[in-house]
């Protein structure tokens, strides 16, 4: 009953480090997302999937990148880490378009960038 | 950018009581959901309402949709500590994919 689970939970990095956060999903949803989320400011969509193999843009993409090459994997990489990218990440998934389907969040993953 | 705004931002209130939860938006919408977020935790879905309904009951949850005043409520009756959470409507916005986008959420303190 694992849902969307998110690997590392916690990850420090310094200024122009790389990492990629991995997001897996187990109940074979089309859609997948990557969210952030910083005090305040509720959840702003970086990027989601509407397939495997599909990528695109949300509404903050600058500084990250995407890839779905398996249905159950969305990978969220950061190419070199700046402060302004320390964040909260969540990972989430939807059977469908969420105009008619609630999305399933991961547990997010603390990211500190110093 | 948000697409709208919860009101308040902070609620607290004693066991027992209501807790109402608005929110607004600005451009149409498919439909409007809340989301419940407890401290340091993922986001869990508590009800989707659809732009041609105008309430919906789960439980304790009631939420209302008024489409002609872009506003949604959220009222969680008979509150209980356990409620304590921030809570976030989202919606799906017809110009951005019609992927979901969040509201910064209304943090509610439900004291013992």
């Known amino acids: 009953n694992a849902g969307v689970t998110q690997t590392p939970k916690f990850r420090v990095l310094k200024t122009g480090q790389s990492m990629t956060l991995l997001c897996a999903q187990d109940?074979?949803?089309?859609?997948m997302y990557w969210y952030r989320q910083d005090p305040g400011m509720g959840l702003r969509l970086i990027h989601y999937?509407?397939?495997?193999?599909?990528?695109a843009k949300g509404e903050v993409p600058d500084g990250y990148n995407v890839s779905r090459l398996k249905k159950q994997n969305f990978l969220l990489g950061l190419e070199s880490a700046a402060p302004s990218q320390t964040s909260v990440y969540f990972c989430?998934?939807?059977?469908?378009?969420?105009?008619?389907?609630?999305?399933?969040f991961g547990q997010g993953t603390r990211l500190t960038v110093v | 950018s948000q697409q709208g705004e919860e009101d308040p931002q902070a609620l607290s209130i004693q066991e027992g009581e209501n807790a109402t939860m608005n929110c607004s938006y600005k451009?149409?919408?498919?439909?409007l959901q809340w989301y419940r977020q407890n401290s340091g935790r993922g986001l869990v879905h508590l009800i989707l309402?659809?732009?041609?309904?105008r309430e919906k009951h789960s439980g304790r949850l009631r939420v209302t949709l008024d489409t002609s005043k872009k506003s949604s409520s959220l009222l969680i009756t008979a509150s209980r500590a356990a409620d304590t959470a921030s809570y976030f409507c989202?919606?799906?916005?017809?110009?951005?994919?019609?992927?979901?986008?969040f509201g910064g959420g209304t943090r509610l303190m439900v004291k013992p």
């Open positions: 109940m074979n949803h089309e859609y």
């Open positions: 999937s509407v397939g495997e193999g599909t990528t």
């Open positions: 309402i659809r732009s041609n309904e």
């Open positions: 989430a998934s939807s059977y469908s378009t969420p105009r008619d389907t609630e999305a399933f």
């Open positions: 451009t149409s919408i498919n439909n």
């Open positions: 989202a919606r799906t916005k017809f110009n951005a994919g019609n992927m979901l986008t």
